[in-house]
T-cell receptor, first 112, second 113 residues
Framework: QQQVKQSPQSLIVQKGGISIINCAYE??????FPWYQQFPGKGPALLIA?????SEKKEGRFTISFNKSAKQFSLHIMDSQPGDSATYFC???????????FGTGTRLKVLA | EAQVTQNPRYLITVTGKKLTVTCSQN?????MSWYRQDPGLGLRQIYY???????DKGDVPEGYKVSRKEKRNFPLILESPSPNQTSLYFC????????????FGEGSWLTVV
């Protein structure tokens, strides 16, 4: 019940295309859902995050869609660029616990 | 510049030889944590600390120790490393337990032979 299942494991997208990464969870106590972006040789960095009281959050080309009833959330990268090539992790946490559960990661490659 | 600094970045060691990976943050964050990253398993939390002298186990604490004697430092100790501890390790800090940005260090590649 503490897992966050992430798919796909890897993704190849043409430049200008839409990249979509999905995550699913079981624990309904999760109340914060961030996405982290990791470039090779670097630590993960926060990209965008959402709380379950909203269904969508957009920041530039990056959008999180959240479906509370289905217990799923996804990251959409519009107009994908080669510079977006990285590993993306979804995560979930329960407020006040300092327990973050990360997905297994998606390696995105955007072809020029 | 906000930073989480960990050392060493790369280390090859032998089974059983005690080692310490240091971590320091300059953001006056109360919360610090250690993760390991393994292919296909994502990031898994090893230990975390809510403040000085306050630590707790994460999901994979076996074989590791931590200490938090100062707010800025949170070293990870492998008393007797084994090959299954070969991994990429990240130190992280945050100003709140959850719901806030986690700042990660750049990682420490550890190989135990």
């Amino acid at each position: 019940q503490q897992q966050v299942k992430q798919s796909p494991q890897s993704l190849i997208v043409q430049k200008g295309g839409i990249s979509i990464i999905n995550c699913a969870y079981e624990n309904t106590a999760f109340d914060y859902f961030p996405w982290y972006q990791q470039f090779p040789g670097k630590g993960p960095a926060l990209l965008i995050a959402i709380r379950p009281d909203v269904s969508e959050k957009k920041e530039g080309r990056f959008t999180i869609s959240f479906n509370k009833s289905a217990k799923q959330f996804s990251l959409h990268i519009m107009d994908s660029q080669p510079g977006d090539s990285a590993t993306y992790f979804c995560a979930a946490s329960v407020g006040g616990t300092y327990k973050y559960i990360f997905g297994t990661g998606t390696r995105l490659k955007v072809l020029a | 510049e906000a930073q989480v600094t960990q050392n060493p970045r790369y280390l090859i060691t032998v089974t059983g030889k005690k080692l310490t990976v240091t971590c320091s943050q300059n953001m006056n964050h109360e919360y610090m944590s250690w993760y390991r990253q393994d292919p296909g398993l994502g990031l898994r939390q090893i230990y975390y600390s809510m403040n000085v002298e306050v630590t707790d186990k994460g999901d994979v604490p076996e074989g590791y120790k931590v200490s938090r004697k100062e707010k800025r430092n949170f070293p990870l100790i492998l008393e007797s490393p084994s090959p299954n501890q070969t991994s990429l390790y990240f130190c992280a800090s945050s100003s709140r337990p959850t719901g806030n940005t986690i700042y990660f260090g750049e990682g420490s590649w550890l190989t135990v032979v």
